[in-house]
């Protein structure tokens, strides 16, 4: 049987610059990865790359915006080009500016759209056919609890997060064998998340619903068990969440 367990690998991972991203870009590296760290925020990717070398790994950073589909692109063109290979994509990018519907904050669902769901496109658009060069490789996608259950104030970031799950899944059963392909569904994490909420009234709803947070690790600790399974095994859902939450 052949097997990924402990074989090196070279893992993209967007949104890298903090919460989830960070988590798994630094649990992996810890594990012998090499990661590669895509964000906006190219000081905070560079802070970040210093502290994994330090500790002994492997890791290097791009600026990216998901939102251009050129740019993941030529990211994960260019990941190929140094180090001849890209064996996994992160697909983690994402944003949740809650707020009711009546609210009409337009922009922020249109935000969203871009971030979670032409993000998440871009991303498998940029290494599918690396993967089909290089005989395999793995997607993985950060999705949410809103992709199986609607809050109020969450109605488009649901929407966003179940149109991942549907694009994720598709992509499985579409896809050869030796492309794995996992979605890793989070609860309430400590994350940057909710600070950038601008609706007040989603904002103290979220103070009620957070009360029950689980570290950015556990859901790197769910992505580490998913890229170590052997050869034949898919893992396609992980759903981790605090065990408080109902």
Known sequence: MSTETNTPKIILVTGASSGIGEATALRLAAEGHHVV??????????????????????????????????????????????????????????VMPLSRLDALLV?????????????????????????GRQGGGHVVTVASIGAHEVYPTSAVYSASKFAAWAITEGLRMESDPSVRVTTITPGTVESELAEHISD?????????FRRNLIPADAI???????????????????????AAQR
């Open 37 to 94: 760290l895509g964000a906006r925020r190219t000081d905070r990717l560079h802070a970040l790359v210093e502290k994994i070398r330090a500790d002994g790994g492997a890791a290097s950073a791009h600026r990216l915006d998901v939102t251009d589909r050129d740019d993941v692109r030529a990211v994960a063109d260019r990941v190929v080009e140094e180090h001849g290979r890209i064996d996994v994509i992160v697909n983690n990018a994402g």
């Open 107 to 131: 922009d922020e669902w249109d935000r969203m759209i871009d971030v979670n769901v032409r993000g998440l496109l871009h991303g498998i658009a940029a290494v599918l056919p690396h993967f």
């Open 200 to 208: 007040t009234g989603a904002q103290t709803y979220m103070q009620s």
């Open 220 to 242: 790197a600790r769910a992505i580490s068990f998913a890229l170590d399974q052997p050869a034949d095994v898919d893992v396609n859902e992980i759903i981790v969440r605090p």
